[in-house]
C-alpha cells in the first residue's frame, strides 16, 4: 500500500523531490501523511497549503480505479 501512495505523489510532483510517507500517530489524521508540499514551499515561494491543494488535484485525477478513501491537506500543509 505504501509503495502505491508514493507512486501517486511522485507522479504528482513538478520535479525529482526527496520526500516521505509516513503512517499518522492518530486515525483522525488518516492512515498516512506527507510533509512534501511544506518541502517545496520555500523553493516555489508559495504556500504549502496551496501546493498540498495541487498535488491533492493531480492524485485525484489519476486515481481512476478510487485507490483513496479521501485525502486532503491540513494546515500549515501536510498532506493526510
Do not use: C, W
Request: glycine fraction near 4%; avoid cysteine; charged fraction near 25%.
Amino acid at each position: 500500500m505504501l509503495t502505491r501512495i508514493t507512486e501517486y505523489v511522485q507522479n504528482a510532483l513538478p520535479s525529482a523531490i526527496s520526500f516521505t510517507i509516513e503512517k499518522t500517530p492518530d486515525i483522525k489524521f488518516g492512515h498516512f501523511a506527507t510533509n512534501v508540499a511544506m518541502k517545496l514551499a520555500g523553493p516555489q515561494r508559495r504556500s504549502p497549503l496551496e501546493i498540498a491543494e495541487e498535488i491533492i488535484k493531480k492524485i485525484t485525477a489519476a486515481d481512476t480505479d478510487m485507490f483513496f478513501e479521501k485525502i486532503e491537506a491540513v494546515k500549515p500543509g501536510f498532506i493526510n
